[in-house]
């Protein structure tokens, strides 16, 4: 469990109308002991903004790598603090995105921080993730499989979605299947193979369920 206390960024700048509130609200959060530091940051006051080029309005907040546009209300903040608390902080980050049809961000981030791939995975095989949700995780996934089989972090994700199908929910298992199937045509289109994940799909051919046969018929041909 991520027992570490909660650390913000707030960017904002000298003209923003809702900026003050945003602070506010933050500053609130720090004096009842919600947040452990607010670090404040008035872009209009800096002589090199290279480093914050990526910020198009303010204010936005900041939680390690995640960053949230816009002026944030009391339940949402609550929100925040209870996931980082209990350790699903990039979980409930990539859900919001998910649910508020924001597939792109969802795509951009994970190829500028492709160490969270991990965190689809575990979306993918909750049985509590909302279909929205498993929806925009594949789409992802067909989007990105062939910049995913190049990454190091390709060997750990694909062994976790192995272990994964594993599971008594066969809507999940033909849903990690298919996420398979992807990862091992775009091997296929490199001209490479990869061992584990050929092992598992040749294994699959006869599978009971119709529908993982035909989701590894249609990747073997």
Request: net charge negative; aromatic share 8%; proline share 4%.
């Amino acid at each position: 469990m991520q027992t570490q206390p909660i650390h913000i960024k707030l960017f904002i700048s000298s003209h923003c109308p809702h900026c003050a509130n945003a602070l506010e609200l933050l500053t609130k959060a720090v004096k009842q002991a919600d947040i452990a530091e607010l670090k404040i940051i008035n872009l209009n006051a800096l002589n090199n903004l290279d480093a914050y080029s990526h910020i198009r309005s303010v204010p936005l907040v900041q939680i390690d790598d995640f960053e949230f546009p816009g002026t944030p209300n009391k339940a949402e903040l609550d929100s925040w603090i209870s996931n980082y608390k209990n350790g699903n902080f990039a979980l409930h980050y990539f859900t919001d995105l998910f649910m508020n049809g924001q597939i792109n961000q969802v795509e951009n981030f994970i190829q500028q921080k492709p160490e969270y791939w991990l965190e689809l995975v575990k979306l993918a095989r909750d049985p509590e993730t909302k279909m929205q949700v498993k929806i925009g995780i594949t789409a992802v996934f067909e989007s990105l499989s062939d910049k995913l089989i190049k990454l190091p972090q390709a060997d750990e994700v694909i062994a976790a979605l192995i272990s994964a199908t594993d599971t008594r929910q066969p809507t999940i298992q033909v849903d990690l299947v298919y996420l398979l199937s992807l990862l091992y045509i775009a091997f296929k289109k490199e001209n490479k193979e990869h061992k584990a994940l050929k092992t598992f799909i040749e294994a699959r051919q006869n599978d009971k369920s119709d529908e993982i046969k035909e989701i590894i018929a249609d990747a073997l041909n």
